[in-house]
């Protein structure tokens, strides 16, 4: 059966690639900056930014299956040069802009019979990792509130976060921007590779789909093994 699915942002990165891998089997409304990387797709298009825009509800179907946000931040920094500022930046466009989205679009997810919720964390919320104050505070904000949104939304609507580790996507280029940067990240995971987006787009997949019906309030790790395996020795 064919699902209607919101995806806000989705022109790049893991978006692009989940909205590849489902745009010919459901009903895809894309909702971000750019149209870029679009327009061969099968995807309805709607024109908005989190941080200024609010999205137009007359454009979203009445009855939404699915919904999944992309936005994010990688701000890496030593916490004593960060200003206030930056933990703002970070709350609002990980946050505050998905919750404010997510409740406009609420009623459209509750006439569904049953639709899934799905948003993204980071490795570093449940490893502590050097430089990852800002980023992991705003993302620590979705791992609670997606706990207690998926307590107080079932039976109907499903809530899960996918939590990766570090994933070649634009938004990651810096970090994997020569050879030597490769390597290392890689040499830090158990399975000796850095993240595809495709591996956050088969994840996000499922749990959009029915085969994970029974899966909420859940914090799905697609992270290499990061965050639960030690295999220095």
Not at 148 to 163: D, G, K, M, Q, W
Not at 217 to 225: S, T
């Amino acid at each position: 059966m064919k699902k209607n699915i919101l995806f806000i942002g989705g022109s790049s990165g893991v978006g692009l690639e989940t909205i590849k891998l489902l745009h010919e089997k459901h009903n895809l409304i894309v909702a971000c900056r750019t149209e870029e990387n679009l327009s061969n797709l099968n995807v309805k298009y709607l024109k908005f930014d989190v941080l200024n825009d609010e999205l137009d509800i007359d454009e979203i179907p009445e009855t939404l299956d699915g919904f999944a946000y992309f936005p994010g931040s990688i701000n890496l920094r030593p916490f004593r040069g960060l200003k206030l500022s930056t933990f703002e930046e970070d709350l609002n466009i990980n946050f505050l802009s998905m919750v404010k989205t997510l409740q406009k679009v609420l009623n459209n997810l509750k006439k569904s019979t049953s639709s899934s919720v799905v948003l993204y964390s980071t490795v570093a919320v449940k490893v502590g990792m050097p430089f990852h104050s800002s980023v992991s505070a705003s993302k620590g904000a979705i791992e609670g509130f997606s706990k207690s949104l998926a307590a107080e939304l079932a039976p109907n609507i499903r809530v899960n976060v996918i939590a990766p580790s570090l994933t070649d996507t634009p938004m990651a280029s810096r970090f994997l921007n020569n050879d030597l940067k490769k390597e290392k990240v890689s040499d830090r995971h158990p399975l000796k590779r850095y993240g595809q987006a495709k591996d956050i787009a088969n994840s996000t997949a499922f749990l959009l789909s029915d085969e994970s019906s029974w899966v909420t309030g859940q914090i799905l790790g697609v992270d290499g093994g990061m965050s639960t395996l030690n295999t220095s020795n």
